[in-house]
T-cell receptor
């Protein structure tokens, strides 16, 4: 069975600075998807970034980028130029490839609570 | 484009009662998954419905059930509620191997 581990329950960053959130996972599959989701106090889960395992290039979305190390099974999220609105819970998630239209289930880490100091 | 809609947003129920939660997916999304979020256990997968059929199921007792209608809307039902069922229930919808989009959740409190 696949597992996802986030070893940092809480992190803090100064506004405008850079922070990196860690995530490791365990799987025997060779093709899969990895995601970072953000959950602000409103509780709505918002997709931050996604990575397909077969792509060697690290995904980026504006101020958000990942460091995907497939052999090490590591998937860290870097937030540059941190903003007050980035304060939230961040969840790393794994999903196997699925066929036929269904999505299968997301396996989540326990989350990292990010605080942003003005 | 409307997002994923979950109703109701908040619910208070008494132990032993049953509850039904609803999820309306984004137009065109035929996969609907349900997750339970609690402070202790984190986010746990309940089940997924696709084309009105349950495709995947998590490790929850039979008191948790669901269904999907022909318009892809899904409901989940919890019977004989227990205090431990108090949680945020999240619905996620998607299409194939694209990302899942989440609703705002239903906060269930069992007293």
């Amino acid at each position: 069975a696949q597992t996802v581990t986030q070893s940092q329950p809480e992190m803090s960053v100064q506004e405008a600075e850079t922070v990196t959130l860690s995530c490791t996972y365990d799987t025997s599959e060779s093709d899969y998807y990895l995601f970072w989701y953000k959950q602000p106090p409103s509780r709505q889960m918002i997709l931050v970034i996604r990575q397909e395992a077969y792509k060697q290039q690290n995904a980026t979305e504006n101020r958000f980028s990942v460091n995907f190390q497939k052999a090490a099974k590591s998937f860290s999220l870097k937030i540059s130029d941190s903003q007050l609105g980035d304060a939230a819970m961040y969840f790393c998630a794994y999903r196997s490839l699925n066929y036929g239209g269904s999505q299968g289930n997301l396996i989540f880490g326990k989350g990292t609570k990010l605080s942003v100091k003005p | 484009k409307a997002g994923v809609t979950q109703t109701p947003r908040y619910l208070i129920k008494t132990r032993g009662q049953q509850v039904t939660l609803s999820c309306s997916p984004i137009s065109g999304h035929r996969s609907v998954s349900w997750y339970q979020q609690t402070p202790g256990q984190g986010l746990q997968f309940l089940f997924e419905y696709f084309s009105e059929t349950q495709r995947n199921k998590g490790n929850f007792p039979g008191r948790f059930s669901g269904r999907q209608f022909s318009n892809s809307r899904s409901e989940m039902n919890v019977s004989t509620l227990e205090l431990g069922d108090s949680a945020l229930y999240l619905c996620a919808t998607g299409r194939g191997n694209t990302e899942a989009f989440f609703g705002q959740g239903t906060r269930l409190t069992v007293v």
